[in-house]
Structures are given as C-alpha cells and as structure tokens.
C-alpha cells in the first residue's frame, strides 16, 4: 500500500503547454503540501493544505494552481509551462500541522521536463 | 532566506565507519526534522528534535541541537552501504505553521 503517490512519475512536455500531476494519499492526515526540487537537490515549499483550504503559498507564480477536491487528494496545474518549471515536483502529507512538529511523508516525485 | 545549510555537501566514506552531518539555520525554530532522500525517490522522515531538547537517539543515529547556534549535528554511526543517500534537515523556522524549510543537503556515500 503506498501511502503518498503522484502521477504521473515522469512528465515531458513543451513550453506553453497546460499540464497537471495528481496527488493521493491514504494515511488520513489533514495536511498537503508540494514541494519543488530543482536540479541542484534545493527543495522548496510551494504550497500546504490544511483540510482542503489553502494555507500558504510560499510566493509561487500563480501559473501553478493548487486544486484540493477533498483531504486525500491534492493536484496541482500549471499552465503555460516554462523552461525553468523543470523540476521534481513532490507530494507530502502530515497528520495536522503546527510548529514543524508533524513528521511529513513524501510522494515519489513526478520528474517534469519542458522543452 | 529560512533555508538551512547542511556541511559538508558530499561526505565519502568507509563502511563501518561515522558519519558526521551538520545543519545550520537562520531564524529561530520550534523543532528541527532530518531526512533522508535516496536518489531517485521522495525523502523519508528519519528523526525530530524539538526546540527545548539537546540530543536524541534512535537505532544508529543520534541527532544534537545548539540552539544558541542555531545548528543541529546528524551522526550515523557503523554506516552501511545502503545508508548511501542524501541527508537535508528541515525547521518550521518559527512560523507557527507545518510548513519545512529543508537544508541545501548533504551527499553521504558509504563504500562498500
């Protein structure tokens, strides 16, 4: 049983396009988030999702829109991908949230690739 | 920036032997998370220390944290080839919220 996964895992696409990446997870936690790692393993926080509502969004250009239909499940869309939208994107989770003190468990990653 | 640094970047070496990472932060946190990221694959969570405690073991890792420094210390002791991985640590950086700020990471590879 996977507790976070995403799809798809691998994502290529050109520049302009519209593309989504889909987000489950089944351990019943109230908290999402995504984050970005660029290629040189930085990981940055991108969005987090408290029971369906959005909480923060760490200065993302709102080309990336966060979509959260209910607790499990968090999707992210991005329209007119750009060069630098290159990335891992990641997918996590967290029982609740409050002072860093939930442990988050991450999604595999979906390596997007704009040409 | 809330990011962390993690030192050294790349650390190699032999089974059996320590590993050493070390991770410091700007502002003042609540709690501080470690990591680990084997390549290719999302991050696990591995240990928390809170803010009011100076060390914490579990298994073969045993964490320290010098808030006075604003750093955290990461040892992995008779490393074993599968620890080879990435190692970040990540804080709330005092925001209230669960949001992490992960380190820059560091590179263990152990030999075999």
């Known amino acids: 049983d996977t507790a976070v996964s995403q799809t798809p895992k691998y994502l290529v696409t050109q520049m302009g396009n519209d593309k989504s990446i889909k987000c489950e997870q089944n351990l019943g936690h109230d908290t999402m988030y995504w984050y970005k790692q660029d290629s040189k393993k930085f990981l940055k926080i991108m969005f987090s999702y408290n029971n369906k509502e959005l909480i923060i969004n760490e200065t993302v250009p709102n080309r990336f829109s966060p979509k959260s239909p209910d607790k499990a499940h968090l999707n992210l869309h991005i329209n007119s991908l750009e060069l630098g939208d290159s990335a891992v994107y990641f997918c996590a989770s967290s029982q609740d949230m409050g002072l860093g003190l939930y442990e988050q468990y991450f999604g595999p990653g979906t390596r997007l690739t704009v040409t | 920036s809330q990011q962390g640094e993690e030192d050294p970047q790349a650390l190699s070496i032999q089974e059996g032997e320590n590993a050493t990472m070390n991770c410091s932060y700007k502002?003042?946190?609540?709690?501080l998370q470690w990591y680990r990221q084997n390549s290719g694959r999302g991050l696990v969570h591995l240990i928390l220390i809170r803010s009011n405690e100076r060390e914490k073991h579990s298994g073969r890792l045993r964490v320290t944290l010098d808030t006075s420094k604003k750093s955290s210390s990461l040892l992995i002791t008779a490393s074993r080839a599968a620890d080879t991985a990435s190692y970040f640590c990540a804080t709330d950086a005092g925001t209230g919220a669960n949001n992490l700020f992960f380190g820059t990471g560091t590179r263990l590879t152990v030999i075999p």
């Open positions: 502002t003042s946190i609540n709690n």
